[in-house]
């Protein structure tokens, strides 16, 4: 073998060995999550729960309290709702102007371990929907469908209404670090919760980076007698719209009879 070749096959040999140690990265964060029910019952006498979301960083050694912030993010079954505009005409307040808002969660709670605006500029938190305000909200305008400025009259008023409901919630220290490495963080469920799926999402983030994300979820369901109505109501709607007129009519008899006056 002539030298020239005996240099080229030791180089080849030489970047064979060493491309597994140079292309390898360094271990990066993880994100280990757990909450305490993925099922919540609820029938008419339901007024509300609280959910439990327990969360680990691994591969951390250096982690320390303040070094890392969690996003905690859960939203709810997506509904449709429309935002009407008072205006007062002829002395009397009417429906003016309304936007249509398509397909927006009908639960959004943001729980952080400590202000959403702290955790890096304008730009990360709106391209990672970090905060309410940051969310996308689909609205019907005219014949398109997208979301507009955050100064939006349509859009601050949608947002004020759902917080009003305590649909939307915002929580600057709804997260807490047990250790340096473990979280938790409270999940309110509301009295008046829809029924369905319920996305949670966590972020790692530092210096205006996520590091790992984290998704789960869980289930709101009906129990009991409201579920059975809920179901058969689906299977039967014929059936069940004839026996909910009678009732009405049976009730309206009744309460005739009890408050007639002679």
């Known amino acids: 073998m002539t030298r020239p070749v005996m240099k080229a096959v030791l180089f ?23 909450i305490s029910t993925h099922r919540v019952l609820i029938n008419s006498s339901f007024t509300g729960a609280e959910l439990v979301l327990f969360g680990t960083i691994e591969d951390a050694p250096n982690a320390q309290i303040g ?14 709702y429309i935002t009407r505009e008072k205006a007062r005409v002829l002395g009397l307040w009417v429906n003016a102007q309304s936007r249509e808002f398509t397909r927006v ?31 996308l909200f689909a609205q019907q305008i005219g014949t398109d469908i997208g979301d507009v400025s955050h100064d939006d009259p349509f859009r601050s008023a949608f947002l004020r209404v759902k917080a009003d409901e305590g649909a939307y919630i915002t929580n600057p220290n709804g997260v807490t670090f047990i250790t340096p490495r473990l979280f938790r963080a409270s999940v309110p469920i509301l009295g008046t919760a829809l029924t369905g799926n319920y996305e949670v999402e966590t972020l790692l983030v530092a210096n205006a980076a996520i590091l790992a994300k984290q998704q789960t ?18 299977r039967h709607g ?17 309460a005739n009879l009890l408050f007639r006056r002679e």
């Open 217 to 234: 979820a869980f289930e709101v369901v009906k129990t009991g007698f409201e579920a059975f109505i809920a179901v058969e109501s689906r």
């Open 67 to 80: 070094k890392y912030d969690i996003v905690v993010t859960v939203r709810g079954p997506a509904r449709s």
């Open 105 to 135: 969660p009908s639960y959004l709670a943001v729980m952080t371990n400590r202000p959403s605006v702290e955790m890096g500029p304008p730009d990360f938190l709106r391209k990672n929907r970090i905060g309410l305000a940051n969310h």
């Open 238 to 254: 014929l059936y069940y719209g004839f026996a909910v007129a009678f009732l009405a009519i049976v009730a309206g008899v009744i």
């Open 12 to 34: 080849s040999l030489f970047v064979a060995g060493a491309l597994p140690f140079t292309a390898s990265p360094a271990a990066a964060q993880k994100l280990v999550t757990s």
